[in-house]
């Protein structure tokens, strides 16, 4: 009798009480403007632009490790420093990070804004910091192995891809020599 009169009641909340998703809350720690502009000393007046051209779009692809990429990504650049806002996926939802490279080594990692439910611990710099001096291999990996998180996989997993990422539009920047104006696509 006890098991259903718990049923009837579990019943009698609504098939919601039993199937709930805990509800992604977005926490924004910081602001773009405010890392970028605490990353390069002052906010420049116009992002650079690097399209993803031909050549580039394959690495990407085999980085982000999904067909679907933007057609540009926006950088700031002072000097041999380079600011990345960049998005990417943890389990459902984006992750917004900012990552700053200077001399093709990563000199900071933050998460700006995190979305999801679980995860969050990748923000703490106790995980942000395994990322500092990291540069890419000829292969494309990271220069050094980076722990994970405990219950927090696909979102750290998201933060090395998006890190390596950074690096290789970074690399693309310098190689390039790009002025911080906006670099056309070649056709």
């Known amino acids: 009798m006890r098991r259903l009169s718990t049923l009837f009641l579990l019943l009698l909340s609504g098939p919601t009480l039993l199937w709930t ?4 809350a977005e926490e924004t720690y910081m602001k773009a403007g405010n890392y970028i502009a605490a990353a390069l000393g002052k906010k420049p007046e116009k992002p650079g632009i690097l399209w993803i051209t031909k050549d ?3 690495i990407v692809t085999r980085i982000l490790r999904r067909q679907r990429s933007p057609l540009r990504y ?3 650049r002072r000097g041999n420093r380079t600011v990345w806002i960049l998005n990417i996926i943890g389990k459902t939802l984006p992750i917004t990070t900012g990552i700053t490279i200077e001399g093709g080594r990563v000199i900071d990692v933050t998460v700006l804004t995190y979305r999801e ?4 611990e990748i923000r703490f710099p106790a995980y942000s910091h395994q990322f500092i001096n990291v540069g890419l291999t000829k292969k494309l990996f990271l220069s050094k192995p980076i722990n994970g998180i405990s219950g927090a996989t696909l979102s750290s997993n998201a933060m090395k891809r998006i890190v390596r990422l950074a690096l290789y539009l970074d690399s693309r920047v310098m190689k390039k020599n790009v002025a911080p104006k906006q670099e056309q696509p070649k056709k």
Request: charged share 15%.
């Open 74 to 76: 926006r950088y700031y």
């Open 21 to 24: 998703n805990p509800a992604a």
């Open 117 to 120: 439910s679980h995860g969050s």
């Open 56 to 58: 580039i779009k394959p």
